[in-house]
Nanobody
Framework: QVQLVESGGGLVQPGGSLRLSCQAS????????VAWYRQAPGKERELVAS??????TNYADSVKGRFTISRDLRNGVYLQMNNLKPEDTAVYYC?????????WGQGTQVTVSS
């Protein structure tokens, strides 16, 4: 069973930065893609950013230019979040997927508030 463990969430003021980390129990390059999703209260879970096996990245329009997804050879997946806004407040989930299955972490809370 694939395990994804997130860390790095917290409370930050508008305009601030946070870096989320996700540690996978398997080689992340064995997945089709790894990604970050988020879910705000009362809203559906949405894709924030993804990185495919070949390195292609994709971002939600709302975070383009502010967030950066990256990965490393130690099975880590990261989300650098800059210029955070109150509307970025949500639980952020790490995701890894293969053709017929998605794996999820437990989520980490990000709260942007003054």
């Amino acid at each position: 069973q694939v395990q994804l463990v997130e860390s790095g969430g917290g409370l930050v003021q508008p305009g601030g930065s946070l870096r989320l980390s996700c540690q996978a129990s398997e080689n992340i390059f064995s997945f089709n893609a790894v990604a970050w999703y988020r879910q705000a209260p009362g809203k559906e879970r949405e894709l924030v950013a993804s990185i495919a096996g070949g390195g292609y990245t994709n971002y939600a329009d709302s975070v383009k230019g502010r967030f950066t997804i990256s990965r490393d050879l130690r099975n880590g997946v990261y989300l650098q979040m800059n210029n955070l806004k109150p509307e970025d407040t949500a639980v952020y989930y790490c995701n890894a997927n293969r053709p017929t299955v998605h794996y999820w972490g437990q989520g980490t809370q990000v709260t942007v508030s003054s």
